[in-house]
């Protein structure tokens, strides 16, 4: 039996929307996100005598494994079990290292124990914009990643920062539905404007945020974190309404910025709302402490994706 954990995933923004107009750069989406121990995925796979995918999201995970075992005709059966997974569609990386998370399995149980997460992501049709989570599983950390130029199937890995031992992360999940997904998705792309942000975006990321994580600078750390993701969202204003998502992630951000709480945003296409604070305490606070119909718990910084077998 294999057992794969995998970290959720936070996205802090794109430094390149592709929009018309806009002069495009050498490398297309790229980015900054950073790796977190909770919720995760976990999935397992056992030897079976047919084929069988259970658990929440089997049918997802099903899928992947098929694109895993194209031409892959001798693996045996195995039962895949999806253990754990976090909220679909709420900007935590479900698809992702859900599909890692299967990936890996099968090629333990298949007797190849150390694909790159890369590889892994090219067989089951993931990183096809960001290639944070890709990294982050294999990685965790504080993830950058360039974006992909011409050809390549996934953007290669920039750098990786681990944050400081002591830092925590609170998740705050409000209760929106979660539809930024699929054809909305792909709309909001289409209709993102022309916003010349890349330069601004890069030089946060790389003369502020990056150089504070390192420092152990939490109040640097957490400005450049606020700015660069609100300034991300800036090309996609026209279909969100604004630089979130939705108003009610804009209220929250508000409320914790309010709070003196730095380092706040929204993960990818929300509704998921992070807040990186000093220390597991706080984050509690901040996780119980909420108005009504928001969720919240509290994270650490993930090494990435942890293998077990039995």
Not at 55 to 71: I, K, M, T
Not at 197 to 215: E, K, W
Not at 277 to 285: H, I, L, P
Request: glycine share 14%; with cysteine.
């Amino acid at each position: 039996m294999t057992r794969v954990t995998a970290p959720s995933r936070l996205h802090f923004g794109l430094f390149h929307v592709p929009a018309g107009g806009d002069p495009a750069p050498a490398r297309a989406f790229g980015g900054v996100g950073l790796l977190i121990d909770q919720p995760g995925v976990v999935v397992s796979a056992r030897p079976s005598d047919s084929w069988q995918f259970e658990g929440p999201l089997a049918s997802r995970a099903q899928v992947f494994a098929h694109r895993f075992l194209a031409g892959r005709p001798d693996v045996r059966p195995l039962q895949v079990l999806v253990e754990r997974t976090p909220p679909e569609h709420a900007g935590l990386g479900v698809g992702t290292q859900l599909g890692l998370a299967v990936a890996k399995a099968l090629a333990v149980e298949a007797g190849d124990p150390d694909p790159t997460a890369t590889e892994l992501a090219v067989c089951v049709g993931r990183g096809e914009r960001s290639a944070i989570g890709v990294h982050g599983f294999d990685r965790g950390g504080l993830i950058v990643e360039p974006g992909k130029a011409p050809g390549e199937a996934v953007s290669p890995l920039l750098t990786r920062v681990l944050l400081p031992e002591a830092w925590r992360v609170a998740v705050l999940l409000p209760n929106v539905s979660a539809v930024w997904h699929g054809g909305r998705e792909r709309e909001a792309f289409a209709a993102a404007r022309p916003s010349g942000l890349t330069d601004v975006l890069c030089r946060i990321a790389l003369l502020g945020m990056l150089p504070a994580a390192v420092a152990g600078d939490l109040d640097g750390f957490g400005d450049a974190v606020y700015e660069f993701n609100r300034r991300a969202g800036e090309p996609f204003a026209a279909a969100q309404g604004g630089a979130y998502a939705d108003p009610a992630v804009a209220a929250l951000v508000d409320a914790l910025r309010s709070r003196g709480v730095r380092g706040v945003g929204q993960s990818s296409w929300g509704p998921s709302v992070f807040a990186v604070v000093g220390s597991a305490d706080e984050a509690a606070r901040l996780a119980t402490t909420l108005p009504g119909g928001v969720r919240g718990w509290v994270a650490r910084a993930s090494a990435g994706h942890v293998v077990e077998r039995g």
